[in-house]
């Protein structure tokens, strides 16, 4: 890792392990272009890559054509209305309601380690394993100064941006739009790799051929959305899981965001992420700083695998900071699918005695708890127990669980609150409305305006007071609803578009503060299933709650998307019963727990219902997961054949960083009539080690295992699944 000054052709360079990027600050003027970004270079002079001695020349050498100049010159930061009509990175209103912005280079600092981005998650390190290069930029007529920020990591081929602005003019100003990163570069037939969902169907991998004209993918309801995920990769024509050409993009950010790639004229493509410019706005008086939140790009030519391990990696590294991250999690059972609402405390109680029997560790109270709340209907703001369902209190159902042997955890949704509860009838105007006008419901619940600190501090002080009351050891945290009406009674009129902004920095202030107070939770984050699976909730938490559909089948889709970007460790995954309550499909119940293996494992269903066999299989899948999950925790993933491509049989291998052993999961999603086995390529392993298959005599080298594979016995029926464990002799 470095990151060097080119004094001779004013040029900046980083350089990861494999690879660089060229940033050249060009004309007198100090525009900042991009040069280069991929594979590694020595230290040459790129920067003609930039184009600039070809027409349309630099401004001072031809100020008549100017236009022509920002509209094609490929640029770090894109500014708005000055020449540049591609996708702005900026915009900003002056004091006459005009907006016009070139932001132009001032000067630099390189810096050992990261410096924080103030109220954001991000990444980071100590300084001996990050750089950072800051670039100062100004635009005069405006008196704004800003800082574009760029940091790489020690054995890691992840690059971070973001950019911070300051208003040094003497004026008010409006920032009507500030994208954390842009990036102009040839297209070289890319394709475009997104993740697009629904409720119970989340970041399924969707590939989309790139047009002139913009492309997007992006959120406007308050939180990162089961509809489209904060990721972008451009994919090259050719490029495998193990070859060819990835550009990875993903956004450190929990609320609206916009990702896009634009192609233009020239066929050049622009790459812009950030916040979604719809419905936001920030007033900065004089003095007043803007933060953006990060992006994290990885670029690779040895494909889409060697993206994933590096976010996986970076994640694991450099921004989950949860002390659970290297621990094994505690073997829940989850009463949600068990038993929905309709719970007593001798239900729960009689779900413990029986999964304590069965090896499971904890027990997790799901929603229906507190308040009046017999349905979605109420309460959500009520949070003091329901003693009719509790009878004695929690306190006493916790030390009841506790002295069956089973740890506690409970659900909560803070930012939430019912039109039908006593803190509505209290406080109606907590609730994010516009006046006059009656608000959206979803879900029968509006929600909380939690940038009130009065109201902020209420939803935190009543988690807090819940979880001091008793032994309470795990929280899920959920959210059920996405946001609309946005509008607070507290902001003045001209700050009304920094609301979901500042309701995102709102809850990232209640989490920190969680995870401050009560540093030994194990806190896992929810937003009716994964609308909220992103990397600034994994900041906080480590792990989230990956969809509310616990179908195997349905799984290996959603949990293929999601650990295409996001380490194993990081998914939640439950084995429930069958039929699915969600989409009524019956599997095998060691497939589920198969499944199940390569998040972090756990139980969602009545055990005390269960039949005999499926009961009697759990100590055996509970002693699994103990054998395996160190190695899916910490290991390399690789993905090595995919039911959503080949419509047959999904196929994933777990590699040990030492590269001693591995795990295959093989599951057959369908059953093919006269069909001989199936040939599978091993990946990541030890080319001159010797394996063992476990439960085998034979051994081979790891070289074999990857050129030659090995062979798949037909398992006899649909859904079927298998686990191979290899070991190093
Ligand atoms: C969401 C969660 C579920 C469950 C319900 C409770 O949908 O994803 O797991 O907690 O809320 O209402």
């Not at 500030?178 to 070289?188: G, I, P, T």
């Not at 812009?272 to 900065?284: A, Q, R, S, Y």
């Not at 405390?345 to 029997?357: F, Q, V």
């Not at 990081?570 to 119940?589: L, Q």
């Amino acid at each position: 890792m470095n990151i060097t000054y080119l004094r001779g052709n004013n040029s900046f360079k980083l350089d990861t392990d494999n690879t660089s990027y060229v940033i050249g600050i060009v004309d007198s003027e100090g525009f900042i272009g991009h040069a280069y970004y991929g594979a590694k270079i020595p230290n040459d002079n790129v920067t003609y890559l930039m184009r600039t001695n070809e027409n349309p020349l630099v401004p001072s050498l031809n100020g008549r054509d100017r236009s022509s100049f920002l509209d094609t010159f490929p640029t770090e930061f894109s500014g708005n209305n000055v020449g540049d009509y591609r996708e702005s990175s900026i915009n900003i209103r002056d004091k006459n309601g005009a907006s016009g912005i070139q932001l132009l280079y001032r000067g630099y600092r390189i810096i050992n380690g990261k410096p924080k981005i103030k109220g954001l998650p991000a990444t980071f390190s100590d300084e001996m394993n990050a750089m950072t290069l800051e670039i100062d930029v100004e635009d005069v007529n405006l008196g704004v100064k800003g800082t574009l920020s760029y940091s790489i990591f020690n054995n890691s081929d992840a690059i971070t941006r973001s950019i911070r602005i300051k208003n040094v003019s003497d004026n008010i100003i409006y920032l009507d739009k500030l994208m954390s990163m842009c990036m102009d570069m040839d297209d070289d037939d890319y394709r475009m790799l997104v993740l697009h969902g629904s409720w119970a169907r989340e970041r399924h991998i969707e590939y989309r051929k790139i047009g002139h004209g913009k492309q997007s993918v992006s959120s406007i309801r308050g939180e990162s959305s089961h509809q489209e995920h904060p990721f972008i990769a451009l994919v090259g024509e050719n490029t495998t899981q193990s070859y060819g050409d990835v550009y990875g993009f993903n956004f450190v950010y929990s609320g609206n965001f916009l990702g896009q790639v634009e192609k233009n004229q020239f066929n050049s493509l622009r790459v812009v992420m950030g916040i979604h410019p719809e419905n936001f706005g920030f007033k900065l008086d004089t003095g007043d700083e803007f933060y953006s939140p990060e992006v994290v790009m990885v670029y690779t030519n040895q494909g889409l695998g060697h993206m994933t391990r590096t976010y996986h990696d970076l994640y694991r590294n450099h921004l989950i900071r949860s002390s659970y991250l290297r621990k094994p999690r505690p073997i829940l059972i989850n009463n949600w699918e068990a038993t929905y609402f309709d719970f007593d405390n001798e239900k729960l109680l009689d779900i413990a005695r029986t999964a304590k029997e069965c090896g499971i560790e904890m027990l997790v109270m799901d929603d229906g708890w507190f308040g009046n709340r017999k349905d979605d209907n109420s309460s959500l703001g009520d949070w003091w127990v329901n003693e009719t369902k509790i009878k004695g209190g929690l306190k006493k159902l916790v030390e009841d669980v506790n002295e069956i042997g089973l740890k506690f955890g409970i659900w909560f949704e803070p930012e939430m609150i019912s039109p039908d509860s006593r803190l509505y009838r209290q406080h109606p105007d907590w609730a994010i409305a516009i006046p006059g006008r009656i608000p959206c419901r979803s879900r029968n619940q509006y929600v909380l305006d939690i940038t009130r600190k009065e109201v902020r501090d209420y939803a935190y002080n009543c988690v807090a007071k819940i979880l001091k009351s008793a032994n309470i050891e795990y929280v899920k945290w959920d959210m059920n609803r996405q946001l609309t009406d946005i509008s607070s009674a507290c902001l003045e009129a001209d700050r009304q578009g920094e609301l979901i902004h500042r309701y995102v920095l709102a809850l990232y202030e209640m989490q920190e503060r969680l995870i401050a107070e009560f540093p030994n939770l194990l806190l896992e984050n929810c937003s009716g299933g994964g609308a909220r699976f992103d990397p600034g909730m994994l900041y906080y938490s480590p792990q989230i709650w990956c969809s509310d559909d616990t179908d195997a089948i349905e799984r290996l889709s959603i949990q293929e998307g999601t650990s295409l970007i996001y380490p194993l460790s990081t998914m939640g995954a439950h084995v429930s019963v069958c039929p699915n309550h969600t989409v009524g499909r019956v599997t095998p119940f060691d497939t589920r727990g198969n499944v199940a293996l390569a998040g972090t494992f756990g139980y969602e269903l009545d055990v005390t219902k269960l039949s005999e066999e499926d009961k009697e299989a759990i100590p055996q899948q509970i002693a699994t997961y103990r054998k395996f999950n160190k190695l899916i925790r910490e290991g390399d993933y690789y993905r090595l054949a995919s039911y959503s491509e080949n419509n047959y049989y999904d196929c994933y291998q777990v590699v040990s960083k030492d590269k001693s052993e591995a795990l295959i999961t093989f599951v057959q999603v369908l059953n093919q009539p006269n069909m001989h086995s199936i040939k599978i390529k091993l990946q990541g392993l030890d080319d001159n080690k010797i394996y063992k298959i476990e439960g085998k005599e034979e051994t081979y080298h790891g070289e074999t295992l990857k050129k030659a594979g090995i062979l798949i016995e037909r398992l006899n029926g649909d859904f079927q699944s298998k686990l191979l464990h290899l070991i190093e002799q």
